[in-house]
């Protein structure tokens, strides 16, 4: 049996946390392979919006079961508060819920330090979301971190206290002024209370599934755009978060992995700083925000929306090796007489590009924009391909034909019922 993906294509907030929810009663294992409490995955059902930061979004299915991988960084306090908010639901989370040993720790000093490293960069802060992401993942690279399986040996106090000692030092640097001792308190109440989980090696429960047939899907967190590698670096989170990330973030090997699903809004938005050639600063760009109530889950910023970008998706689709499409939001572009997409890039020096360029963070790049009819129209209702306007078809048709990956899934609501399947996705 194979491992499937799914990820986002674009910056983040694409849907995954609603096409994880729709999918999840096909697998047996859902699994976070990266990322940490900046990603928030949002699900609805039942009239009731539900936002999970750092538990994969199967817990609310009963007979699946959820691991949080190595490649994830974790706050227990704020994994105490998202099991806290589960209770009135009633689940099993301590059966149905198993994390990685090897899951790095987030301090209550990496929060502190994020919030330094980003006021120290004034105008040309990145957006963090200062949840101590990138403190933590850097902790994880200089070989300093603390994971998950410290928090069960008799020495896990000193090795805490050693690693806060080097982040005050810098926190003096940065001249920070904060109140440790409460975070402190908080933070050690969490440590216990996650002791109460099953820690484990969880590479090997993966596997094991994998070879007793179960089917396994990878959770990705925010989006391939915002890649460490891949992404407009340096406004990129501090993880790998293409394909590429489930195998290390899981300890799968690259022969185990079978569909990647690619999630993509109708148009694209972006949270924080960074480049994004088809930003809308006019009625259009407003009214988009607006409908889509565009808003971050995780910090509750606008979002900057724009027309759909292909070069961007077409290179996303090319690292990930997608081989499905689900287009999410379609129903925000409902109120488009017109609809935009651009197919390529004009730069600086009036060249016509349609890839990524290096150069697409220093740059003024200016977006080729191709116009095609809109619905305009309601898409309350429709439970079928068959029965949407002629000219969300075209759009679709037209998709398909620029990116060479068939769309099989198009969410037309939050609702989990609002979802139009155009073939079978899972086999």
Known sequence: MKLDILLGLQWGD??????VDYLAPKYDVVARFQGGPNAGHTLEFDGIKHVLHQIPSGIFRKDILNIIGNGVVLDPVIFKREIDALDKYNLDVKKNLYISKKTQL???THRLLDAAYEASKGKKKIGSTLKGIGPAYQDKIARLGLRVGDILSPSFKKKYEKLVEKHVQILEFYKAEYELKDLESEFFKAIDFL???QLIESEYKINDELKSGSKILAEGAQGSLLDVDFGSYPFVTSSNTTASGVCSGLGVAPNNIGEV?????????????GPFPTELFDEDGVLMQKVGNEFGATTGRPRRCGWLD??????AIMINGVTQLFMMKADVLNVFKKIKVCTSYKMENGDLINIMPYEIVDEKIEPVLHELD????????ISDFEDFPKELKDYIFYLEKELSVPINMVSVGPDRTQTIIRAQVVA
Do not use: H, M, Q
Not at 310 to 315: D, I, R, S
């Open 310 to 315: 292909l070069p961007a998706l077409k290179y």
């Open 374 to 381: 809109g619905w305009d129209c309601s898409l309350d209702n």
């Open 106 to 108: 987030i301090l209550p």
């Open 14 to 19: 694409e849907g995954k946390g609603k096409v």
């Open 261 to 273: 699903y690619g999630i993509f809004k109708a148009y694209c938005t972006r949270v924080g700083s």
């Open 195 to 197: 002791k109460e989980f």
